[in-house]
T-cell receptor
Framework: KAGVTQTPRYLIKTRGQQVTLSCSPI?????VSWYQQTPGQGLQFLFE???????NKGNFPGRFSGRQFSNSRSEMNVSTLELGDSALYLC???????????FGPGTRLTVT | GQNIDQPTEMTATEGAIVQINCTYQ??????LFWYQQHAGEAPTFLSY????GLEEKGRFSSFLSRSKGYSYLLLKELQMKDSASYLC????????????FGRGTSLIVHP
């Protein structure tokens, strides 16, 4: 079975722009979660989608949003980028409400 | 809120045993995760403890004491490939199993 895939792997954007990141979960997994990882704050939960609905949400501003499609693929959007948004964005999938999640390789976003 | 503490860095010798500690304070605690993350790679799941006690899985074991808000990850027969960051994370009651991560412990294994 193929693992979780994320595109693009690397991205450079300018402050004020917006960005969309994509995540394809493991086949059969209906839950996709997004995380931000930075050296200063560590790994922080953004939100989780299950069957096209946001099921859980972390403490991030409204500039961070996401959606999930009927095939369980998910996208994450960040609008009005700030320098502090530079981070590794990871997505993780799981079948349903299992405790074990499978992480993708991440998208490294650099905001200049 | 939640507070998770673990050492920033540890070093150990190949073949030895190392214990990585994690203490936490959280309301509505459900269980505790350990993840391994090699540099430049995705985190991988190691264990999830809900009940007090030690759970062994090959060279890795994880311990939990709910009353003390304490956990540790024990790595035996260390190998060079065990050099990685080890992330402790807690999940809260409610059934979502969404982990809240600590900052991670960078383990360096030297010959």
């Amino acid at each position: 079975k193929a693992g979780v895939t994320q595109t693009p792997r690397y991205l450079i954007k300018t402050r004020g722009q917006q960005v969309t990141l994509s995540c394809s979960p493991i086949s059969g997994h209906r839950s996709v979660s997004w995380y931000q990882q930075t050296p200063g704050q560590g790994l922080q939960f953004l939100f989780e989608y299950f069957s096209e609905t946001q099921r859980n949400k972390g403490n991030f501003p409204g500039r961070f949003s996401g959606r999930q499609f009927s095939n369980s693929r998910s996208e994450m959007n960040v609008s009005t980028l700030e320098l502090g948004d530079s981070a590794l964005y990871l997505c993780a999938s799981r079948p349903g409400q299992d405790y074990e999640q499978y992480f993708g390789p991440g998208t490294r976003l650099t905001v200049t | 809120g939640q507070n998770i503490d673990q050492p920033t860095e540890m070093t150990a010798t190949e073949g030895a045993i190392v214990q990585i500690n994690c203490t936490y304070q959280t309301s509505g605690f459900n269980g505790l995760f350990w993840y391994q993350q090699h540099a430049g790679e995705a985190p991988t799941f190691l264990s999830y403890n809900v009940l007090d006690g030690l759970e062994e899985k090959g060279r890795f074991s994880s311990f939990l004491s709910r009353s003390k808000g304490y956990s540790y990850l024990l790595l035996k027969e260390l190998q060079m490939k065990d050099s990685a960051s080890y992330l402790c994370a807690v999940s809260r009651a409610g059934g979502s199993y969404i982990p809240t991560f600590g900052r991670g412990t960078s383990l360096i294994v030297h010959p």
